[in-house]
């Protein structure tokens, strides 16, 4: 039997694991929604390591400033804001003030239009993302989808300031504009039209997450008094934009589901108009079918 002299036996748990505890349960007396997983995050990010190796930080390099980033987070402000950084599919994005925050709800919507464009029998499928923030789904859909071309618009100047470090490199084209008068010269071109629109009603505002209403841009948040009022636009957009047959996907509240379909309806230019369920089988995301002619 092993024997401990000179006082109690060495704890197991590193001075890190044992503050990442503490921090989780005050996130967590916060209201923050998932309070181990920041917490974790948080330390890595302050250590420099990935999450999973937050036990091989040793003892004496733990960093007190793990506690003012608590602290940041602990007043709501979002995970991505203090890190910088936010992970979409397979890319990681640069974040922060001035520009919305791509959610893992999203993630479900791109996937169903990657699928939709591999089906199509077109060698460089063109797609056009409205309203792109960040920049995640129109980078998503260049990286997952080889051969096509991609291009997005933004309205937002400081959105855009993000939007731009996250696309160069890529080839994603990116514009400065309207989403509703957007891409003329692509008229009739477009293989799939995209976007995760603001679409928050305003009645809706006391009840969004602090996250969200306090950091995130409100031109990206809200639209209208049932949050339907831009989505409208862009269906005028789309059908304008996409070839007979061309497909748009449009993400939506999951309290909307069943009345963005009806935005898209066979007298306005529509076929198979039908909503979708993310991973939560929750109605996340509309989509149509340009009628062809």
């Known amino acids: 039997m092993q024997q401990h ?20 349960q005050r996130l967590a007396d916060a209201g923050v929604p998932s309070p181990r997983n920041d917490a974790e995050e948080l330390a890595a990010f302050v250590h420099g390591v990935k999450r999973g190796e937050l ?30 950084r936010a992970f979409f599919r397979y890319t990681e994005l640069q974040v922060g003030p001035g520009v919305f925050v791509p959610r893992p709800e999203t993630e479900s919507v791109v996937g169903w ?26 980078l998503a859909m ?60 305003l009645t809706e505002w006391e009840y969004v997450q602090p996250e969200a209403r306090d950091y995130d841009p409100q031109l990206a948040l809200f639209s209208g008094e049932d949050g339907l009022d831009l989505i409208r636009g862009l269906e005028r957009t789309a059908h304008r934009l996409l070839r007979p047959g061309g497909v748009v996907v449009v993400e939506h509240a999951d309290t909307q589901g069943g009345h963005v379909p009806w935005i898209f309806t066979e007298e306005r230019g529509w076929a198979d108009a039908a909503d979708h369920p993310d991973l939560n089988n929750r109605p996340r995301f509309a989509t149509a079918r340009r009628a062809m002619p």
């Open 113 to 138: 239009a990657i699928d939709a464009v591999r089906a199509m029998d077109v060698v460089e499928p063109l797609i056009v993302d409205l309203c792109t923030g960040s920049g995640a789904i129109a």
């Open 5 to 24: 002299f000179g006082g109690r036996p060495p704890n197991p748990r590193s001075v890190l694991l044992a503050e990442v505890a503490q921090a989780t």
């Open 55 to 84: 036990h091989s930080v040793k003892d004496a390099d733990f960093d007190a400033r793990y506690w003012e980033v608590i602290a940041r987070r602990e007043a709501r402000e979002p995970l991505q804001h203090i890190t910088g």
């Open 142 to 201: 260049a990286q997952e989808v080889p051969r096509s071309r991609v291009h997005a618009v933004e309205l937002s100047e400081d959105a855009l300031r993000w939007t731009r470090k996250n696309v160069e490199g890529s080839r994603v084209e990116l514009r400065q504009g309207d989403a509703r008068d957007a891409f003329r010269d692509l008229d009739g071109q477009v293989d799939l039209v995209i976007s995760n629109p603001p679409y928050i009603p």
